[in-house]
């Protein structure tokens, strides 16, 4: 069984910073997976934030993060990133991280494991 499990939430003012983290166990190869962040905010739906590619050489952002948000990966360490700067008060919501046995992958992607998600709360 693949267990993702998602670290570095918390509480900033808007403007602020945080990273993320995703450490996987129970891969076969880490690398074999493609890595997404995805956030649920309370009254709207599940959105996807990123992705990125196995290798960590290709990556997709939603726009409303394009220039703010960083993902990347440590295939090394079986850990997913999200680097988040400049954080507004709509970046409030609950973070998951999810992975996919394919090479390329984004939102639209059937991600078949899931974490159980680390609260993000911008203040403005």
């Known amino acids: 069984q693949v267990q993702l499990v998602e670290s570095g939430g918390g509480s900033v003012q808007a403007g602020g910073s945080l990273r993320l983290s995703c450490t996987a166990s129970g891969y076969t190869t880490y690398s074999s997976y493609c890595m997404g962040w995805f956030r649920h905010a309370p009254g709207k739906e599940r959105e996807g934030v990123a992705t990125?590619?196995?290798?960590?050489?290709?990556?997709n952002y939603r726009d409303s993060v394009k220039g703010r948000f960083t993902i990347s990966r440590d295939n090394a360490k079986n850990t997913l990133y999200l680097q988040m700067t400049s954080l507004k008060p709509e970046d409030t919501a609950i973070y998951y991280c999810?992975?996919?046995?394919?090479?390329?992958?984004?939102?639209?992607?059937?991600?078949?494991?899931w974490g159980q998600g680390t609260q993000v709360t911008v203040s403005s």
């Open positions: 999810a992975a996919v046995r394919v090479t390329y992958c984004w939102i639209g992607t059937a991600f078949g494991y």
């Open positions: 990125i590619y196995t290798g960590g050489g290709g990556t």
